[in-house]
């Protein structure tokens, strides 16, 4: 029988590749929202008063007109005056920019979504963010957002239900959890 030592040439991959095959876990933890098997962390009830604050306070502008670069009721709103607008009245600061409020904040799944976070929009992979909504519910009745569109002013719509807005959903951002 013909035995040869064990050199570290031989053992070295397979120790790699143990070590790489127990940790595919945690590289996966390290691109997503929650560890593997992880529930989303629990709110606090401060925090989810805050949100459901934010979500009936937003509501309370239904109907106001669009108005291009708008950041106020009294003129109108864009879609991103409005978030801005909405978050300032909250200690929330974001930019006036759609664009730059998609930097904002905290990456989340889309079935994660809770009040006050904010969805964004593009119209392909390869085009910019063009426009952000308010989540104010996400259960098993849909997924409502509150946002003000150049057609309609501001409204809430099922973003599950609108052949418009959902194939342009780009990311959820929460800019409420992430401030606190």
């Known amino acids: 029988m013909n035995r040869h030592p064990l050199r570290l040439s031989h053992i070295l991959p397979i120790l790699l590749t143990a070590i790489l095959f127990s940790n595919c876990n ?10 593997s098997g992880a529930t989303p962390a629990k709110e606090s ?3 989810s008063s805050l949100r459901s604050d934010i979500a009936t306070y937003a509501q309370k502008f239904k109907g106001t007109k669009y108005r291009d670069a708008g950041k106020t009721p009294s003129t109108g709103f864009d879609c991103s005056g409005f978030t801005s607008y909405v978050m300032k009245q909250f200690n929330i600061s974001l930019s006036p920019s759609s664009r ?5 904040g905290r990456s989340k799944t889309l079935q994660n979504a809770r009040p006050g976070d904010l969805v964004f929009f593009r119209r392909s992979a390869s085009q910019p963010v063009f426009h952000v ?5 996400n259960d098993k009745n849909g997924l409502r957002v509150i946002h003000s569109t150049t057609s309609r002013g501001v409204v809430v719509d099922d973003l599950l239900q609108s052949p ?3 194939p342009k959903i780009d990311q959820v951002r929460d800019v409420v959890g992430s401030t606190r």
Not at 26 to 35: I, K, M, N, Q
Request: charged share 25%.
């Open 26 to 35: 945690f590289l996966r933890d390290l691109t997503t929202d929650a560890p």
């Open 45 to 47: 009830s401060k925090e």
């Open 100 to 104: 730059e409020q998609a930097n904002q």
């Open 133 to 137: 909504a308010m989540v104010v519910s």
């Open 164 to 166: 418009y807005w959902k």
